[in-house]
C-alpha cells in the first residue's frame, strides 16, 4: 500500500522518480525501493515527504483514506469556495 500511494503521489505531481529523489536528497534506487516496499523511509523521511506532497503520514501508510488539502494562505472565502467545488464534484 504504501509503495503504491509514494507512485500516486509522485505521479500526480509529474514527478519521475530521479527529480522525486533530488527533492528529498536520496537517490532514484531509493525513490524505487519505496514504491517497489522493499525498503520503508526513516520516520523522519516519511514526515517530509507527507508535508511535501500535502497528506497524511496516515494516507501514505494507508491507515486513512482520508486525502488533506493544505489550504495554507487561503482565505475563508477561498477556502469555502474549494469546498463548493468539491461539492459539485461529489454530486456527478
Not at 536520496?26 to 511535501?52: G, H, Y
Request: hydrophobic share 40%; charged share 25%; glycine share 6%.
Amino acid at each position: 500500500m504504501f509503495g503504491e500511494q509514494i507512485k500516486s503521489l509522485r505521479m500526480c505531481k509529474g514527478l519521475n522518480q530521479v527529480e522525486m529523489a533530488k527533492i528529498f536528497g536520496v537517490t532514484k534506487q531509493s525513490v524505487s525501493n519505496w514504491e517497489n516496499e522493499n525498503i520503508m523511509p526513516s520516520i523522519d523521511m516519511l514526515i517530509k515527504i507527507a508535508k511535501f506532497f500535502g497528506v497524511s503520514t496516515d494516507y501514505i501508510l494507508g491507515l486513512s483514506e482520508k486525502h488533506a488539502l493544505n489550504t495554507e494562505g487561503l482565505s475563508e472565502l477561498q477556502i469555502a469556495h474549494i469546498q463548493t467545488l468539491i461539492d459539485d464534484i461529489l454530486k456527478k
